[in-house]
């Protein structure tokens, strides 16, 4: 199975901050890669999918590059309504894993 | 809307069985793949299980291969997933999501359903 690594686990910064979270793939998944935003006791919200394309009703604030094996998702100008944890997932072939998450805090 | 409503968790022993479904709505239920997704206590997202639209093909993450079927109803727009051969480790949240029609990414989730195993 491919093996998707985030980092960091964990993300300190205040509102306004630009954020960036890295997600590298064990092998590679092409742009069959997407993110997904997480609150305490909620389900996980579709954010970008195929690497770079954000999902209707997103804020453009965030966004999504790479291809690969590497990927970033970015945070422009981080809002109180965005600390939460960030999952990337690959889903090239027939098992679909997620990355370890990255949990952004205030910092 | 679209809305996915999970149901059928509860407290289970180990070596028990548990059948989970999601009742679908808002969008055409027999045009779309369909996924469970499971999130141990504390833990990450993992990927579970997942149907084609038709029902024609399933897929299993290694761990629950032998264990649990994943089915649908397209008639009674439900997925289902059943758990046999119950362990602690299956103890998690478990979610269905509508996969995207032609690059299956999960778009939607239901709001989860809480399965424990324990004696």
């Known amino acids: 199975d491919i093996q998707m690594t985030q980092s960091p686990s964990t993300l300190s910064a205040s509102v306004g901050d630009r954020v960036t979270i890295t997600c590298r793939a064990s092998?590679?998944?092409?742009?069959?890669l997407a993110w997904y935003q997480q609150k305490p006791g909620k389900a996980p919200k579709l954010l970008i999918y195929?690497?770079?394309s954000l999902e209707s009703g997103v804020p453009s604030r965030f966004s999504g590059s790479g291809s690969g094996t590497e990927f970033t998702l970015t945070i422009s100008s981080l809002q109180p309504d965005d600390f939460a944890t960030y999952y990337c997932?690959?889903?090239?072939?027939?098992?679909?894993?997620f990355g370890q998450g990255t949990k952004v805090e205030i910092k | 809307e679209v809305q996915l409503l999970e149901s059928g968790g509860g407290l289970e022993q180990p070596g028990g069985s548990l059948r989970l479904s999601c009742a679908a709505s808002?969008?055409?239920?027999?045009?779309?793949?369909m996924s469970w997704v499971r999130q141990a206590p504390g833990k990450g997202l993992e990927w579970v299980s997942l149907?084609?639209?038709?029902?024609?093909?399933?897929y299993y993450t290694d761990s629950v291969k032998g264990r649990f079927t994943i089915s649908r109803d397209n008639s009674k727009n439900t997925l289902y997933l059943q758990m046999n051969s119950l362990r602690a480790e299956d103890t998690a949240v478990y979610y269905c999501?509508?996969?995207?029609?032609?690059?299956?990414?999960?778009?939607?989730w239901g709001q989860g359903a809480l399965v424990t195993v324990s004696s």
């Open positions: 149907i084609s639209a038709s029902g024609g093909n399933t």
């Open positions: 997932q690959q889903y090239k072939g027939y098992a679909w894993t």
């Open positions: 999501a509508k996969a995207f029609i032609s690059s299956w990414y999960f778009d939607c």
């Open positions: 195929k690497a770079s």
């Open positions: 092998q590679s998944i092409n742009s069959w």
């Open positions: 808002g969008f055409t239920f027999s045009s779309y793949a």
